[in-house]
């Protein structure tokens, strides 16, 4: 299952970008090619996960297709599927670009219940203090 290999340089990224703070959920973008399930990785993350600030925290997968360009009529065009045939002329010899994308595309933090060193929290006093 190489979905944990993939689920161990997720996790150093949200790491690095996380900067210490718990996170709640990552977005990720993976190609295509790589052939990812969603609910493996997940399950690969909260294993490599356990111990760590993402503990506890899930991954929104974007698929990135493949670009196709057909050998045999010249047609260009994408598809979520590396294994796809021309869509225009059916033909199998057909060249694939990209889709081996792994792009950590955002992570959402968990919410501070306080602030060290700011008495009114992490929301602020809407009425100000002194």
Not at 37 to 45: G, I, K, V
Not at 48 to 62: F, I, M, N, R, S
Request: with cysteine; proline share 4%; aromatic share 2%.
């Amino acid at each position: 299952m190489h979905e944990f290999g993939i689920a161990e340089s997720i996790l150093a990224a949200v790491e690095g970008r996380a900067d210490g703070r718990r996170i709640r959920r990552a977005r990720v973008q993976v190609g295509a090619l790589l052939h990812v399930a969603e609910p493996s990785l997940n399950d690969a993350f909260s294993l490599v996960a356990e111990g760590t600030v993402a503990e506890g925290a899930h991954l929104d997968l974007v698929t990135v297709p493949v670009r196709l360009t057909c050998r045999a009529c010249g047609d260009v065009s994408t598809s979520v599927d590396p294994y796809a045939v021309c869509p225009r002329c059916g033909d199998s010899d057909v060249d694939c670009e990209g889709g081996d994308d792994l792009v950590l595309e955002s992570i959402q933090l968990a919410e501070a219940t306080h602030v060290p060193g700011n008495s009114r929290g992490d929301r602020g006093d809407s009425e100000g203090s002194s």
